[in-house]
């Protein structure tokens, strides 16, 4: 396992050369972890001052972490790394990187996840003496709580608590129940019709073991932040696979012949049809999962071999976003907001499905919403909640769609009003025509880029001086992976790279090009969460004239690029020189456009 420091061993450890598993004995580790002690042990250590110990332990306001090594990080006094490293050094306990070791399952097998959970530790290794333990702050209580739980001698090495706590989601996998469901599964099928009604039966009830199986699926989901679950029949097996940050991971094969009785579940639970197979069907679940909540969208689909689910999972704990962070350059941010602050007109978001639209839309909004302003929105699905705002959510079985509902809007004495998405014609005009009559209008719409959406709402059948009266800005995005911020290092990219680099406008990096490679905390990927690449649009006179002539795609970015607009590659460029991305993901996630 990967070291990141050792200091000598303290009096009563035993001494054992690695890799044994010597135990510790408790009173070594007599460590309170909300004490002076440990306020003593960081200022003798020289990574804080003895003024800031006794203000954070003068901080035990309500919300405030109840340890003081939390509380010090959390007010931004010491790093998570100072803190582990200045324990490890003063009991002589080794300091371990969770970024490199892969804890042994027999160890994992040993403490429940919710045990683990609770203590903040991960059991690393194993043998017929002792286990190697990972925790935050020892302590002898602690050390005594692991002896009895694991039934036998422990050896404790420190970690930063953020990668016990990362390592715990990644290493205790929900996935790693579900084969003795397909097994109880196979078990049941054996003495059984495969009719449509026995599957029906067995998806109903809530002990069958497929079941089990979407429900593990889904919270496997929420724990690796997968945005979708696609469900594949194939001719021997069916396929799972997580959409991550962007880019689709086998996670699971599961026996072909569970693959009915598993849609039929995920129907029922959507309240779809499950007698229907041959048409495309949507529909809607409403979770709580390990106490958070979320919406799954649902949609199924007939393929050759059987029917295709694909389950979009809105986590409805997520947090709204504000323009800062959604990855804008400050100059960027501050042309954005200004044009939000127009009385009236039409802003858009453009970009395929999976972009990030909503969000900045909502993060649109978080600028918007005032105690002075009627704030309304019209969406499929309603992705976040927001108090005080008024939100309404496309039912198409009730009659509620965005040309209805949206006409009902304007009935509200709005002033912002929010379109999750500009889909026909109908609601293209509908949208319009508000924003000529002094509404603010936010919306998506699908396009490559902010010129191309201009040019969907004329193909829509939107007259010219209608969109050019009415737009006031578009903005086009797309999502790039981050490189893991664990375990990033220098490389020397390839002359096609180099090429790529400059046929984007970009340059090198002047400390050199970066790039993960692959650590526990990305599933070595390399890469770690998404960032936004953008590209603004104000709508000028000159842009006007073009639209209202309608002029080709080309002429339009052109004009716009001269006005000062950067293109998605141009921003995309600038992440490749500050190292927030790599090369090769913007080839993968951005249409590079001949200028």
Excluded at 495 to 521: K, Q, S, T, V, W
Excluded at 559 to 588: H, I, K, N, S, Y
């Amino acid at each position: 396992m990967k070291l990141i420091g050792r200091s000598a061993p303290g009096p009563a450890e035993r001494p054992a050369p690695e890799p044994a598993l010597g135990p510790v004995a408790p009173v070594d580790l007599a460590v309170e972890p909300g004490g002076q002690r440990l306020g003593e042990i960081l200022v003798d250590a020289n990574v804080i001052s003895r003024g800031h110990v006794v203000a954070a332990l003068a901080n035990a306001q309500r919300g405030t972490p109840r340890y003081l090594g939390q509380r010090l990080v959390g007010m931004g006094l010491l790093t998570e790394r100072d803190l582990a490293m200045a324990v490890a050094n003063r009991y002589g306990v080794e300091l371990v990187d969770l970024r490199e070791t892969v804890p042994q399952q027999a160890a994992l097998g040993l403490l429940d996840e919710a045990t683990a959970r609770e203590l903040t530790v991960i059991p690393l290794a194993v043998d017929q003496q002792s286990v190697v333990v990972a925790v935050a702050v020892p302590s002898a209580a602690l050390v005594g709580v692991l002896q009895r739980r694991l039934g036998r001698p422990v050896r404790i090495l420190v970690a930063r608590e953020s990668d016990i706590l990362h390592a715990i989601g990644i290493n205790y996998r929900a996935l790693a129940g579900v084969a003795s469901h397909v097994r109880a599964f196979e078990t049941q099928s054996v003495n059984r019709a495969s009719t449509a009604v026995r599957a029906e039966a067995t998806a109903v009830n809530d002990d069958a073991p497929v079941v089990q199986v979407v429900h593990l699926m889904i919270t496997q989901a929420l724990r690796d932040r997968a945005s979708d679950i696609h469900i594949e029949p194939q001719p021997e097996r069916i396929r799972v696979r997580y959409r991550i940050d962007g880019a689709l991971h086998d996670v699971l094969d599961l026996p072909a012949a569970m693959g009915p009785v598993i849609v039929s579940r995920i129907k029922i639970m959507a309240n779809m049809n499950i007698v229907e197979r041959r048409r495309p069907q949507d529909g809607q679940i409403s979770l709580e999962i390990e106490g958070r909540g979320v919406d799954i969208r649902v949609s199924t689909t007939s393929v050759i071999e059987g029917e295709k689910v694909v389950m979009r999972l809105l986590d409805k704990s997520r947090t709204l976003y504000r323009l800062e962070q959604l990855g804008m350059p400050e100059d960027m941010a501050a042309r954005y907001q200004a044009l939000l602050r127009s009385p009236y007109g039409m802003v858009m978001c453009a970009g395929p499905t999976g972009s990030g639209k909503t969000t900045t839309l909502y993060g649109s909004l978080a600028e918007l919403n005032t105690p002075e302003r009627n704030v309304m929105t019209i969406e499929d699905p309603v992705e976040y909640r927001v108090e005080s705002i008024s939100q309404i959510q496309i039912n198409e079985q009730a009659g509620v769609t965005f040309a209805t509902g949206l006409r009902s809007i304007l009935r509200q004495d709005p002033d912002v009003i929010l379109v999750g998405e500009i889909r026909d014609v109908e609601t293209a005009h509908i949208a319009v025509q508000a924003a000529l009559t002094g509404h603010f209008v936010l919306s998506s719409i699908h396009a490559t880029d902010a010129a191309a959406a201009l040019h969907r709402l004329l193909d829509m059948g939107v007259e010219s001086f209608l969109v050019a009266s009415s737009v006031t800005a578009v903005v086009s995005q797309r999502l790039v992976r981050r490189v893991c911020p664990h375990c990033r290092g220098r490389y020397e990219p390839t002359p096609e790279e180099y090429a790529l680099l400059m046929a984007i406008g970009g340059r090198p990096p002047a400390h050199g090009f970066l790039r993960g490679h692959g650590c526990n905390f990305c599933a070595h990927t390399g890469f770690l969460e998404r960032i936004g690449v953008y590209e603004i649009m104000p709508v000028s006179e000159a842009i006007r004239e073009l639209v209202l002539g309608r002029a080709p795609h080309d002429q339009v970015r052109k004009v716009a690029r001269a006005e000062g607009m950067r293109t998605l590659q141009e921003e995309a460029a600038l992440l490749v020189e500050a190292g927030v991305t790599t090369l090769d993901e913007v080839l993968r996630s951005i249409y590079v456009i001949g200028s």
